[in-house]
């Protein structure tokens, strides 16, 4: 049974900067694409960065330049390293890996930026 947690998130003042991580276990398949979902208040989820298994990246074009996504196909695991963090960008944080033909997703992890 395939299993994503999430690790990281919390409250932090605009900006600073958090680090979310998420540990895959429990697949015997290569990991395929990952990604990094959010649920803003008031707002439909979006894809904040994805990441290939070659390492190819990209972003929403909010986060750009503040936000870097990276993965560890040893330990499997992904993360999502997050810098100057501004309002907009709090929600509820969900890490995704594509293994085979079917999307995992973790249990979100809140990310909250406010003074």
């Known amino acids: 049974q395939v299993q994503l947690v999430e690790s990281g998130g919390g409250l932090v003042q605009p900006g600073g900067s958090l680090r979310l991580s998420c540990a895959i276990s429990?697949?015997?398949?290569?990991?395929?694409?990952m990604a990094w979902y959010r649920r803003s208040p008031g707002k439909e989820r979006e894809s904040v960065a994805t990441?290939?298994?070659?390492?190819?990246?990209n972003y929403v074009a909010s986060v750009k330049d503040r936000f870097t996504i990276s993965r560890d196909n040893v330990k499997n695991t992904v993360s999502l390293q997050m810098d100057s963090l501004k309002p907009e960008d709090t929600g509820v944080y969900y890490c995704?890996?594509?293994?085979?033909?079917?999307?995992?997703w973790g249990q979100g992890t809140q990310v909250t930026v406010s003074s």
């Open positions: 995704n890996v594509v293994i085979g033909w079917q999307d995992y």
């Open positions: 990441i290939t298994t070659f390492g190819n990246t």
């Open positions: 429990g697949s015997r398949d290569n990991l395929g694409p």
